[in-house]
């Protein structure tokens, strides 16, 4: 999960190494990103990082993104019979077509939050199929909300990797 199955923008290579330099850590590539629903452009990126000092990552990382501290959101993830605590940020360079969302966790959960973003990399074949023609519909002819398409997209991934989960965001 350190590399990604499709092939990033010669940008998006470039800012992932710099601020995985910067922060001194490794960055783990999730999500569509690592399947053939990936839409170029149009999806975001999603990235989870591990760190034994998450205040010190998200400093690190307000400094390298020129953003401020209010912008990262706590959020708890009931996975199964555990509690796990993050920060969630949502970063966005339209101008370069790049759009992240970042999850930052201790490096203490890392085995569990792996583990379950790895159940979502290998999908049957007619979910993939029902999410390449959702993200069609929504990234290139725009006949739907976003909250429509998130939901959609949700329930078809959640439908098959089912495990007792809920995530909130705190603030």
Do not use: C, W
């Not at 990262?72 to 509690?83: R, S």
């Not at 796990?84 to 959960?109: C, M, T, W």
Request: charged share 25%; hydrophobic share 35%.
């Amino acid at each position: 999960m350190d590399t990604t199955k499709n092939e990033l923008s010669p940008y998006a290579s470039i800012f992932f190494h710099k601020l995985s330099s910067y922060i001194d850590t490794k960055l783990y590539y999730y999500g569509s990103v690592q399947r053939i629903d990936y839409f170029p452009n149009s999806s975001d990126i999603d990235i989870d990082i591990f760190t034994n000092n998450e205040t010190s990552t998200i400093h690190k990382m307000q400094s390298f993104l020129k953003i401020e501290r209010s912008e990262f959101k706590k959020f708890i993830y009931h996975l199964g019979d555990k509690i796990i605590y993050g920060n969630k940020l949502k970063y966005a360079r339209p101008e370069h077509k790049l759009f992240v969302e970042f999850s930052i966790y201790n490096e203490k959960d890392q085995a569990e939050i792996l583990e379950e973003h790895s159940h979502k990399m290998h999908l049957p074949f007619y979910i993939t199929f029902l999410l390449i023609i959702l993200k069609f519909l929504y990234y290139d002819m725009g006949v739907m909300p976003k909250t429509t398409y998130k939901n959609i997209k949700n329930s078809l991934i959640d439908t098959y990797t089912y495990k007792h989960k809920h995530f909130v965001i705190l603030d």
